[in-house]
């Protein structure tokens, strides 16, 4: 009987301990035809060249798209980007002041979330930023108005965003996107890329990478030799 009522109990308060459902938006998702999703993280881009550029929007949504491209801060402002296809122009330093803490949409640019949009905190973009710079605290942000598109979730056909961007981009760089949104109860505000679903930059090999594990294999084998002649000389 006490059993019997103990899940009687349980089940009363199942109700009240379910947390609620808040409306959310999925994110916008960038692809290009010079990235590779390989580890299903992030979309790494070979080369730091941009090509090719989609966009997409789940669930599907319409408004101004807005590109970001987040320079790490150790090396500068001193870039210029342009973008050609269905949408060209160059993008603005947004501040020579760099983006460092807290939100990079509301804290860094003023805008305004749609209800449940994710935002993309620094320490989220360092995390993957640092594995190619390590030196960088965070970023310098370039603008692009892209105009007004019709964007649907990937699957529903090609998006009608094409673009490339002119300037390669620096290791560990990011690109991102905004959509602002001209209809529904949110109009008006930001549905932004999250972290997940952007594109960040992966520095070309380096000269002399191979260097160290010559060096290592070769130390290996010398202390191996060595070894080997110190034995003998004891034998002898």
Same mark, same amino acid.
């Given at each position: 009987?006490?059993? #019997?009522?103990?899940?009687?109990?349980?089940?009363?308060?199942?109700?009240?301990? #379910?947390?609620?459902?808040?409306?959310?938006?999925?994110?916008?998702?960038?692809?290009?035809?010079?990235?590779?999703?390989? %580890?299903?993280?992030?979309?790494?881009?070979?080369?730091?060249?941009?090509?090719?550029?989609?966009?997409?929007?789940?669930?599907?949504?319409?408004?101004?798209?807005?590109?970001?491209?987040?320079?790490?801060? &150790?090396?500068?402002?001193?870039?210029?980007?342009? /973008?050609?296809?269905?949408?060209?122009?160059?993008?603005?330093?947004?501040?020579?002041?760099?983006?460092?803490?807290?939100?990079?949409?509301?804290?860094?640019?003023?805008?305004?979330? /749609?209800?449940?949009?994710?935002? %993309?905190?620094?320490?989220?973009?360092?995390?993957?930023?640092?594995?190619? &710079?390590?030196? /960088?605290?965070?970023?310098?942000?370039?603008?692009?108005?892209?105009?007004?598109?019709?964007?649907?979730?990937?699957?529903?056909?090609?998006?009608?965003?094409?673009?490339?961007?002119?300037?390669?981009?620096?290791?560990?760089?990011?690109?991102?996107?905004?959509?602002?949104? %001209?209809?529904?109860? &949110?109009?008006?505000?930001?549905?932004?890329?999250?972290?997940?679903?952007?594109?960040?930059?992966?520095?070309?090999?380096?000269?002399?990478?191979?260097?160290?594990?010559?060096?290592?294999?070769?130390?290996?084998?010398?202390?191996?030799?060595? %070894?080997?002649?110190?034995?003998?000389?004891?034998? /002898?």
């Amino acid at each position: 009987m006490r059993k #019997v009522l103990y899940a009687m109990a349980a089940a009363l308060l199942l109700p009240l301990t #379910v947390p609620a459902q808040a409306d959310t938006f999925d994110p916008l998702l960038l692809t290009c035809s010079t990235c590779s999703d390989s %580890n299903g993280a992030f979309v790494p881009l070979n080369g730091g060249i941009v090509s090719g550029l989609q966009v997409f929007s789940a669930p599907p949504n319409s408004g101004d798209l807005q590109l970001k491209i987040l320079v790490p801060n &150790d090396v500068g402002f001193n870039f210029n980007f342009s /973008a050609t296809g269905t949408s060209s122009g160059s993008f603005s330093l947004f501040s020579q002041l760099a983006f460092i803490s807290g939100s990079l949409e509301v804290n860094y640019l003023g805008e305004q979330l /749609a209800g449940g949009a994710p935002p %993309n905190m620094v320490t989220t973009l360092l995390d993957q930023t640092n594995l190619f &710079d390590p030196l /960088a605290t965070g970023f310098f942000v370039f603008l692009f108005d892209a105009g007004t598109y019709s964007l649907s979730n990937k699957g529903g056909g090609p998006s009608p965003v094409n673009i490339d961007i002119a300037g390669a981009l620096p290791g560990g760089s990011w690109v991102l996107g905004d959509l602002f949104l %001209n209809s529904g109860p &949110d109009i008006g505000k930001v549905v932004t890329t999250a972290t997940s679903e952007g594109i960040v930059s992966v520095p070309g090999p380096i000269v002399g990478a191979g260097l160290v594990p010559w060096l290592l294999g070769s130390g290996c084998f010398g202390m191996f030799g060595l %070894n080997r002649w110190r034995k003998r000389r004891r034998v /002898a």
